[in-house]
């Protein structure tokens, strides 16, 4: 088994999930006895976040770098960025490294593609929805189409993360306030929605969605453990 090297804390709450998903994962293909063989390094989110609001990007690179390095050295085969809004660094943080990257919006288009989707409704983060590193991936590498919530909805969308879901705090309002959502995005033509934002499966569930649902948090994590399971060619 390959070792797992993974960045956390953006937030904790969603690196609990893929801890526990890539464990599940491990045990189902290898044997009730069996975890998975990984590392994590976990950064301090108020930092993060606060760089975030910045607009310090290159800060927040350096932070990512920093903290991949680490998990090289340490002896991960392979590195995820536990968090969809922090792969604005990862072009940059792959170039610093010798071991892959498994990028999380690869993972996703790939599933996408092969479910033969092409048009796609996409929550997350204001910096996901809005900037083009990660629609753009999707587009680019996959030829598929991202919609995104109205300017009101994106408020909306991005204030329950940051001010309950990374805080742990999970409320049927803000659920309800989601199905809104992915229901405007299904009149726009939306084929499936992605869950673009590691946090929102805390709050977002299969039956509150009129539309397939693409977790990026369980197909990135499950991307891991294929990498890590792989037979040596």
């Given at each position: 088994m390959k070792t797992i090297g993974l960045i956390g804390g953006m937030s904790w709450e969603s690196s609990?999930?893929?801890?526990?998903?890539?464990?599940?994962?491990?045990?189902e293909r290898l044997g009730p006895v069996h975890s998975c063989q990984n590392l994590m390094y976990s950064v301090?989110?108020?930092?993060?976040?606060?760089?975030q609001t910045q607009?310090?990007?290159?800060?927040?690179?350096?932070?990512?770098i920093s903290a991949a390095r680490r998990l090289q050295q340490g002896g991960a085969d392979c590195l995820l960025i536990c968090a969809n809004t922090m792969h604005k660094t990862a072009e940059a943080v792959e170039r610093h490294l010798s071991i892959p990257l498994l990028h999380i919006a690869d993972a996703t288009g790939a599933r996408l593609a092969a479910a033969g989707l092409t048009r796609v409704g996409l929550l997350g983060t204001?910096?996901?929805?809005?900037?083009d590193f990660y629609t753009g991936r999707l587009a680019k590498k996959f030829g598929i189409q991202t919609l995104i919530p109205s300017p009101e909805e994106r408020e909306t969308v991005h204030k329950i993360i940051y001010a309950e879901l990374?805080?742990?705090i999970v409320r049927p309002q803000s659920r309800q306030a989601y199905a809104r959502v992915m229901a405007s995005l299904a009149e726009q033509g939306a084929q499936a929605i992605i869950l673009g934002c590691t946090e929102i499966p805390l709050l977002v569930q299969a039956a509150d969605s009129p539309l397939p649902l693409y977790d990026t948090t369980r197909i990135h994590a499950e991307a891991a453990v294929d990498f890590a399971l792989a037979a040596k060619a």
């Open positions: 609990l999930l893929y801890y526990r998903i890539m464990n599940e994962l491990v045990k301090d989110f108020a930092e993060v976040e606060a760089r607009g310090d990007w290159a800060g927040l690179t350096d932070m990512m204001r910096y996901t929805m809005e900037m990374i805080r742990g």
